[in-house]
């Protein structure tokens, strides 16, 4: 079974004369444990795709399955659910809490979702070491470097233990050192927790990093 199906996904904005198509008859599989990078130029409906898989926004036709759910028979509630626990997103902006500590930020879908610090603090322990921020846990986001604000994001979304990522533009707002530093991190997540990423990019060197590259132009999928 794919960790994500896409099967004739369109999807277009405005209406009449001034309509925009932005996905044309997009189909797609990813296996799980897979790292696909997704490519396109500027406006080629990448990171439309990406927010479409991830439930942030409904296509205008077609279907999109996430372990063989097809989401659009699922409720509201059912949905939501699977994307709190089964999907966790990184944007090229950090989105962290700025008065809370590095390790705050980390816990806090959990805390939110009604669970207790002291049943997954092993787990915060490994995400710590794993993302390299053990000496920044006490820290605040503006005590940080960029790379490392991503580093403490992406540690908030591995909480969750996702069985998917979706990246959109990861690396967008970090130097080529700090891109290095996230990209080797995915590529360990992935392996070693095997979680399917799927990250959008505009870079060659970034997208290299994944085990396959699709390219988007025009709204469809280049073969």
């Known amino acids: 079974m794919e960790a994500i199906k896409v099967e004739n996904i369109n ?33 080629s409906g990448k990171s439309t ?34 994307r709190r626990e089964k ?10 809490v700025q008065n809370l500590t590095v390790e ?11 669970k207790r610090e002291k049943d ?13 921020l053990s000496d ?5 986001p ?3 470097s960029g790379g490392q604000q991503q ?7 591995v909480m969750i233990n996702p069985e998917i990522i979706l990246a959109d533009e990861p690396t967008g707002n970090l130097d080529s050192k700090s891109s290095e530093e996230i990209m080797r991190l995915f590529t360990r997540l992935n392996v070693e927790k095997n979680i399917t990423i799927l990250q959008v990019t505009h870079s060659d060197s970034i997208a290299a990093y994944g085990t396959r590259t699709l390219h988007l132009a025009d709204g469809r999928l280049e073969l």
């Open 120 to 132: 997954f603090k092993n787990e915060l322990e490994e995400i710590i070491k794993i993302t390299g």
């Open 151 to 157: 580093r403490t994001a992406i540690a908030r979304t």
């Open 87 to 96: 999907i966790g997103f990184v944007f090229q902006f950090y989105n962290l």
């Open 142 to 144: 503006r005590e940080l």
């Open 104 to 114: 705050e930020n980390i816990v806090l879908p959990l805390l939110m979702s009604g």
């Open 11 to 43: 999807k277009g904005f405005g209406s009449g004369d001034n309509r925009i198509t932005v996905l044309d008859g997009v189909s797609l599989e990813i296996k799980h444990g897979e790292f696909v990078s997704l490519m396109g130029a500027s406006g």
């Open 49 to 82: 795709l990406l927010y479409l898989i991830g439930g942030l926004d409904k296509a205008d036709g077609g279907s999109i399955y996430l372990s063989g759910k097809d989401i659009s028979s699922l409720n509201d509630k059912e949905f939501s659910e699977i």
């Open 136 to 140: 920044k846990r006490k820290s605040y």
